[in-house]
């Protein structure tokens, strides 16, 4: 029976999880692999924040971790840039297989990570990155790999799901759900970077990497959050018949690729629209297997611990037998870039909501603006003052239009005298 040692850097949340996990399964593992998986030291700030775990676990040495000849697989599980770019650079070089749950390393600097591990023969797993317990890094590699992936769109945020469907079902404000959302721990206690997109776009800059072929930098996402989308808004896109959900987009044209992030309404009949809460989903095409739905918890202890000690048997199974997926990682020469789509280009369904002073003409005024730059209205509701003067919002929904021609009529639309609020502008699938 092959005994592996496991090196943990990070001992958190996932890293508890992870020691838990082969704890508990250590036998069901060891039936179904032949191989018995122990974790052999933990990189810790402070041990002694860790009562109830055996002492000899821990250490506050990179080396006792890097350098220890048993060791064969470490873990990157301390989250952040630094120093875990750097950490999973040295086990590589070190001869170690690596596995990380490190979206932000990977969507950054994946063109450095990806090309070290495949320089250096090196295993990297990666697939508690995104998604969780969802399996999509191997449905990419392994399940789908005859396939032309031709979109990725998917919820792969569960905070921002959450914080939106309790907004939608229960009347809640983003405050009070995202506070409740904090209670149950499915938000951080800094969720900034869920609420504005870029939990997202760090995912879906390593899935578009991983199914277009050639690395994508996160910079190359266009991202907007949820901070501007209102209760009014969730109520009437509900009434037209559309759910309001934050998804991430990896689309590939012709020649050239979209991979966007930002707040869009779903038809209600979209089994998108049916996520609910904390949970995320991916629906992927290929021009074989057609349409293919993943769900599931996209974070959390367990489903994340799942998702590394599955890349645990893979990064096993390639120092023993030398075996691997056959898909390369994403390709890093320039001349193998698509051309990533600017957001101006794309093409969209759009629902506008202007706050406007309820008087004869304003519809036709704020109309006329849009007409002049190519943006045919589909539906309009524009609710009645209950006072002289006051203001009212009127919605509309569009046909299919450029984000340019959109930008360009909202600047104008913006300076006219009878509009009293900023524009809010949604897309729509």
């Known amino acids: 029976m092959e005994e592996v040692k496991i090196g943990l850097l990070g001992f958190g949340t996932v890293g508890k999880g992870v020691y838990e996990l082969i704890k508990k399964n250590q036998d069901l593992i060891q039936k179904r692999t032949g191989i018995k998986l122990s974790i052999k030291k933990a990189l810790v700030r402070d041990p002694q924040k860790h009562k109830g775990y055996p002492e000899e676990l821990f250490t506050t ?83 789908l790999i005859g396939n032309d992936i031709t979109s990725i769109i998917g919820i792969i945020n569960g905070t921002t799901n959450y914080i939106l469907t309790r907004m939608l079902e229960e009347n809640l404000s983003f405050e009070k759900a995202l506070n409740e959302a904090k209670e149950k721990g499915y938000a951080e206690a800094d969720p900034t970077l869920d609420i504005n997109g870029m939990d997202s776009a760090h995912k879906i800059a390593i899935l578009a990497s991983l199914a277009f072929g050639f690395f994508i930098p996160v910079e190359k996402v266009y991202v907007e959050g949820i901070e501007n989308v209102s209760v009014l808004d969730l109520m009437f896109a509900k009434d037209f018949g559309y759910i309001i959900k934050l998804l991430a987009f990896a689309i590939k044209g012709e020649n050239e690729v979209e991979v966007r992030v930002h707040p869009t309404l779903i038809p209600e009949n979209h089994v998108l629209a049916s996520i609910r809460l904390n949970y995320n989903a991916l629906y992927i095409t290929g021009n074989f297997v057609g349409e293919v739905l993943l769900y599931g918890l996209g974070a959390g202890k367990e489903p994340t611990a ?38 101006d280009e794309v093409e969209s369904k759009y629902y506008f909501r202007f706050s406007a002073i309820d008087r004869p003409g304003v519809l036709s005024k704020i109309s006329g603006v849009l007409g002049e730059h190519q943006i045919s209205i589909a539906s309009v509701v524009q609710i009645g003052r209950q006072k002289p003067g006051e203001s009212v919002p009127i919605v509309m929904l569009t046909h299919e239009t450029k984000e340019k021609n959109v930008k360009l009529a909202f600047k104008e639309i913006e300076k006219l005298d009878v509009v009293t609020d900023k524009p809010i502008k949604l897309r729509i699938l």
Do not use: Q
Not at 98 to 120: F, M, P, Q, R, S
């Open 61 to 143: 040495e990179p080396d006792e971790v890097f350098k220890d000849p048993e060791i064969n697989i470490v873990c990157e599980l301390i989250g952040g840039e630094h120093p875990a770019k750097e950490y999973i650079l040295k086990a590589l070089e070190l001869g170690k297989e690596v596995i990380t749950a490190n979206k932000a390393v990977l969507a950054k600097w994946g063109d450095e990570v990806w090309g070290t591990a495949d320089k250096l023969g090196r295993f990297l797993g990666f697939e508690a990155s995104v998604g969780g317990g969802i399996p999509i890094i191997k449905t990419l590699k392994e399940a």
């Open 306 to 343: 799942s998702a590394v000690v599955g890349d645990i048997i893979d990064a096993v199974e390639h120092r023993l037998f030398k075996k691997t997926s056959f898909i390369k990682y994403p390709l890093t020469k320039k001349d193998n870039f698509y051309k990533i789509k600017p957001m």
